[in-house]
């Protein structure tokens, strides 16, 4: 890995230019074929992707699963027809599936998305791919174990998203030599000129004092393109940007470096072809990769044992059965990794750390670089924690959207969860996580309410597609359950039922207890109360909401959550379609918190086993 890379070129210059040209008619083509697209912001970046294309890329595209293979992303996602126009240039599309661009059912989406097997990650959320890319190369360098490469096609309007720059930090602590971002800055965005214009060293600048080296180019000169990619390749230590000053549109006049053309097919799409010199039917072989095996994943240790937690022993906090959870799975699964946000002694992630470091990745108070990095090393079959506290995960809302778009698997944690931290005030509590995590397409909601039901979810994550949530509460709270209890997501567990039970109380992690409590007071008042655990929030156990629902007709739905798209919404959520909703009274955290202890803040919010109980006893008595 060490020596000098040189290349052999496959493609003289003059060919070079000629697949750039092809790249850029193709581009025109496929968006007036659609009607729509980003063509201006595609031929931009067409020499570019011209010479890595021949001379760099190291790819398989008969085998995407390769795992020598390099990684291409397009963090402008916008221009997508550059990268199928380069799909159809290898051989991987057909001219006339290019042209379905944008159409219904086609494969070639306005932005890329994994439908195509060549896609690692959808984008279009500008200021992702390279957050992303960053994951691609730490599970290169630090888990495979292998010498493929990470090539990030940036825009320079994008270099305004503070996640970028996350990701500059982040790769250059690391020295991520394999990681190479290509900076098209063809100086105009959607409304006008971007911050910096063709100023190349004000990036060059920034980006350097993240530990990078740079090169700043003409990105038409494809002489100088090959150069700049030799140097990225043949640079230790640190990862490279390739600052490319371009044209928007280059090559046909009617748009090029011209406002007010963005995101728009050309008005006059057959003369700009006559104008880049006609249909090409160029075909690039792209170099494949030598023969290479990811470092072994043997299966971890199977005599590790999970914990095991006495029922009604001492009391113990569901993040710290999470993290001592975590740290046996890391020993009977080698391929979890674990992520942090500078939290990690809070979490309880560090446990996984102290056994297992090489697989340990902090990634400090960047909470979207934490999340893009989980997708990332998890485009490479590693199974991925990241963990921070439940509020700031709203920072990385954008990412776990982007995420379920791109088909990513990933397990999610967030800890110190609702007002029952307490003290620490509201700035401090996650009161809307179950409503972003319910919003995200196909995600997993879980929220445990004692330690030995948090090493079953926690553990049943692991072999769950798509991306899962669990919410982990800072207190410590009575050990309810068995070791050996189950916990199916999408289940929920019946605590107390009787034939005459007047109304259901229905909670979640800290709530449960205090329905419990509540039930026990009613008792005494002669209300007959049924208690569920609603442990899975997405999916929810639905039958077993049916059948509470028709055998006492009445709900108290009790959550430390705002009212809005949290516990409450799931349970209503299952009635309709000809099963009636039961009367039902909904408790949450209507107010904005202040400091207390978390037992004012209970009394405080009315989520409490007194306000509980009272709510029931009126429900109970219409």
Same mark, same amino acid.
């Given at each position: 890995?060490?020596?000098?890379?040189?290349?052999?070129?496959?493609? +003289? !210059?003059? !060919?070079?230019?000629?697949?750039?040209?092809?790249?850029?008619?193709?581009?025109?083509?496929?968006?007036?074929?659609?009607?729509?697209?980003?063509?201006?912001?595609?031929? +931009?970046?067409?020499?570019?992707?011209?010479?890595?294309?021949?001379?760099?890329?190291?790819?398989?595209?008969?085998?995407?699963?390769?795992?020598?293979?390099?990684?291409?992303?397009?963090?402008?996602?916008?221009?997508?027809?550059?990268?199928?126009?380069?799909?159809?240039?290898?051989?991987?599309?057909?001219?006339? *599936?290019?042209?379905?661009?944008?159409?219904? /059912?086609?494969? $070639?989406?306005?932005?890329?998305?994994?439908?195509?097997?060549?896609?690692?990650?959808?984008?279009?959320?500008? =200021?992702?791919?390279?957050?992303?890319?960053?994951?691609? #190369?730490?599970?290169?360098?630090?888990?495979?174990?292998?010498?493929?490469?990470?090539?990030?096609?940036?825009?320079?309007? *994008?270099?305004?998203?503070? +996640?970028?720059?996350?990701?500059?930090?982040?790769?250059?602590?690391?020295?991520?030599?394999?990681?190479?971002?290509?900076?098209?800055?063809?100086?105009?965005?959607? &409304?006008?000129?971007?911050?910096?214009?063709?100023?190349?060293? #004000?990036?060059?600048?920034?980006?350097? @004092?993240?530990?990078?080296?740079?090169?700043?180019?003409?990105?038409?000169?494809?002489?100088?393109?090959?150069?700049?990619?030799?140097?990225?390749?043949?640079?230790?230590?640190?990862?490279?940007?390739?600052?490319?000053?371009?044209?928007?549109?280059?090559?046909?006049?009617?748009?090029?470096?011209? *406002?007010?053309?963005?995101?728009?097919?050309?008005?006059?799409?057959?003369?700009?072809?006559?104008?880049?010199?006609?249909?090409?039917?160029?075909?690039?072989?792209?170099?494949?990769?030598?023969?290479?095996?990811?470092?072994? &994943? /043997? /299966? =971890?240790?199977?005599?590790?044992?999970?914990?095991?937690?006495?029922?009604?022993?001492?009391?113990?906090?569901?993040?710290?059965a999470f993290g001592e959870t975590l740290a046996a799975l890391g020993s009977l699964h080698d391929d979890v990794v674990v992520l942090d946000g500078e939290v990690g002694d809070s979490t309880k992630a560090q446990l996984f750390a102290a056994d297992h470091a090489e697989?340990?990745?902090?990634?400090?108070?960047?909470?979207?670089?934490?999340?893009?990095?989980?997708?990332?090393?998890?485009?490479?079959?590693?199974?991925?924690?990241?963990?921070?506290?439940?509020?700031?995960?709203?920072?990385?809302?954008?990412?776990?959207? $982007?995420?379920?778009?791109?088909?990513?698997?990933?397990?999610?944690?967030?800890?110190?969860?609702?007002?029952?931290?307490?003290?620490?005030?509201?700035?401090?509590?996650?009161? *809307?996580?179950?409503?972003?995590?319910?919003?995200?397409?196909?995600?997993?909601?879980?929220?445990?309410?004692?330690?030995?039901?948090?090493?079953?979810?926690?553990?049943?994550?692991?072999?769950?597609?798509?991306?899962?949530?669990?919410?982990?509460?800072?207190?410590?709270?009575?050990?309810?359950?068995?070791?050996?209890?189950?916990?199916?997501?999408? =289940?929920?567990?019946?605590?107390?039922?009787?034939?005459?039970?007047?109304?259901?109380?229905?909670?979640?992690?800290?709530?449960?207890?205090?329905?419990?409590?509540?039930?026990?007071?009613?008792?005494?008042?002669?209300?007959?109360?049924?208690?569920?655990?609603?442990?899975?929030?997405?999916?929810?156990?639905?039958?077993?909401?049916?059948?509470?629902?028709?055998?006492?007709?009445?709900?108290?739905?009790?959550? !430390?959550?705002?009212?809005?798209?949290?516990?409450?919404?799931?349970? $209503?959520?299952?009635?309709?379609?000809?099963?009636?909703?039961?009367?039902?009274? &909904?408790?949450?955290?209507?107010?904005?918190?202040?400091?207390?202890?978390?037992?004012?803040?209970?009394?405080?919010?009315?989520?409490?086993?007194?306000?509980?109980?009272? @709510?029931?006893?009126?429900?109970?008595?219409?």
């Amino acid at each position: 890995m060490n020596d000098t890379i040189t290349h052999t070129p496959l493609m +003289s !210059d003059t !060919d070079l230019a000629e697949l750039a040209q092809q790249l850029r008619v193709d581009s025109v083509r496929a968006a007036a074929a659609a009607g729509s697209g980003h063509p201006t912001s595609s031929m +931009s970046a067409a020499d570019l992707m011209a010479v890595l294309l021949a001379r760099h890329l190291s790819y398989d595209f008969d085998r995407p699963d390769n795992p020598g293979n390099d990684h291409l992303i397009f963090s402008k996602g916008h221009a997508s027809p550059l990268l199928y126009s380069a799909y159809k240039a290898v051989g991987a599309i057909t001219d006339d *599936e290019l042209l379905t661009f944008r159409k219904l /059912g086609s494969r $070639m989406e306005g932005h890329p998305t994994p439908r195509l097997p060549w896609v690692d990650v959808a984008t279009g959320s500008l =200021g992702q791919g390279l957050p992303i890319g960053v994951g691609v #190369a730490l599970a290169g360098s630090r888990l495979d174990r292998l010498p493929y490469r990470t090539w990030v096609l940036c825009g320079d309007s *994008e270099m305004a998203e503070g +996640s970028l720059w996350e990701a500059f930090e982040h790769a250059g602590i690391e020295g991520l030599d394999h990681l190479t971002a290509i900076i098209d800055v063809n100086r105009l965005g959607q &409304r006008g000129p971007t911050r910096h214009g063709w100023d190349l060293d #004000a990036y060059a600048r920034r980006i350097r @004092a993240f530990g990078w080296h740079t090169v700043e180019i003409d990105g038409h000169d494809i002489a100088a393109i090959d150069e700049a990619m030799t140097s990225a390749e043949n640079t230790r230590g640190a990862p490279t940007a390739i600052i490319a000053r371009t044209r928007k549109g280059k090559g046909a006049t009617e748009v090029e470096d011209k *406002e007010g053309k963005h995101g728009k097919p050309l008005s006059d799409p057959a003369a700009a072809i006559r104008e880049l010199g006609g249909l090409r039917d160029l075909r690039v072989e792209v170099q494949r990769p030598p023969d290479a095996e990811p470092a072994a &994943r /043997g /299966g =971890g240790d199977p005599h590790t044992s999970l914990p095991r937690y006495a029922t009604g022993g001492d009391p113990v906090a569901t993040r710290t059965a999470f993290g001592e959870t975590l740290a046996a799975l890391g020993s009977l699964h080698d391929d979890v990794v674990v992520l942090d946000g500078e939290v990690g002694d809070s979490t309880k992630a560090q446990l996984f750390a102290a056994d297992h470091a090489e697989r340990y990745f902090e990634c400090y108070i960047a909470e979207q670089q934490m999340i893009a990095a989980a997708v990332g090393i998890g485009v490479r079959g590693w199974t991925a924690y990241a963990c921070t506290f439940a509020a700031f995960l709203t920072r990385a809302h954008d990412f776990l959207r $982007m995420a379920a778009i791109s088909r990513s698997t990933i397990n999610v944690v967030g800890t110190h969860a609702g007002v029952a931290i307490g003290e620490d005030g509201p700035s401090q509590m996650a009161l *809307e996580d179950l409503a972003m995590m319910r919003a995200v397409h196909g995600t997993t909601v879980l929220y445990p309410c004692d330690a030995n039901q948090t090493v079953q979810l926690v553990t049943a994550m692991a072999d769950r597609p798509g991306i899962s949530y669990l919410r982990a509460t800072r207190g410590e709270s009575p050990v309810i359950y068995g070791p050996g209890d189950a916990f199916p997501v999408g =289940g929920s567990k019946v605590l107390r039922s009787h034939p005459d039970d007047q109304v259901t109380l229905i909670g979640a992690g800290v709530t449960v207890h205090q329905a419990l409590a509540a039930a026990d007071q009613l008792v005494a008042d002669g209300v007959r109360a049924r208690v569920i655990d609603l442990y899975s929030v997405k999916p929810v156990d639905t039958q077993t909401l049916r059948t509470a629902a028709e055998e006492t007709g009445r709900f108290v739905i009790v959550e !430390d959550h705002h009212p809005e798209g949290g516990l409450a919404d799931a349970v $209503m959520e299952s009635f309709g379609n000809g099963h009636p909703a039961p009367r039902h009274t &909904r408790l949450a955290v209507h107010t904005m918190p202040g400091s207390a202890t978390p037992a004012q803040q209970l009394d405080a919010a009315g989520i409490s086993a007194p306000a509980i109980a009272a @709510a029931a006893r009126k429900l109970a008595a219409t």
